[in-house]
């Protein structure tokens, strides 16, 4: 059974920096094949795309929201993805979520149907 899961959320205060991680268990994904994403849902919101990252396909993306501001990369040691933030605004404040898959699509790089394992989530605030 593969799990994900997430560490590194926390309160941090606007301007600040936070560095989410998601390592997998249970399964050693192939470094080639697996993409990673990250989902977040704000309070009382939907769940939105953030970033995702596949070298098979060989493609890394960002919500417009966070461009310029966050990074995603793999820890291929670990079997983990991390997400650097910078520059956090309240905005950000949201329960974060690890995604990954090795068959996702490009068209569905973006998508929460594009990935068949997630995380129970991690809690970021950002205070003003």
């Known amino acids: 059974q593969v799990q994900l899961v997430e560490s590194g959320g926390g309160l941090v205060q606007a301007g600040n920096s936070l560095t989410l991680s998601c390592a997998a268990s249970g399964r050693t994904f192939n470094n080639y094949r697996v993409a990673w994403a990250w989902f977040r849902q704000p309070p009382g919101k939907e769940r939105e795309f953030v970033s995702a990252?596949?070298?098979?396909?060989?493609?890394?993306y960002y919500g417009d929201s966070v461009k310029g501001r966050f990074t995603i990369s793999r820890d291929n040691s670990r079997n983990a993805v991390i997400l650097q933030m910078t520059s956090l605004k309240p905005d950000d404040t949201a329960v974060y979520y690890c995604a990954a898959s090795e068959t996702v699509i490009m068209s569905q790089m973006r998508s929460q149907s594009g990935y068949n394992y997630w995380g129970q989530g991690t809690q970021v605030t950002v205070s003003s």
């Open positions: 990252f596949s070298r098979r396909i060989g493609a890394t």
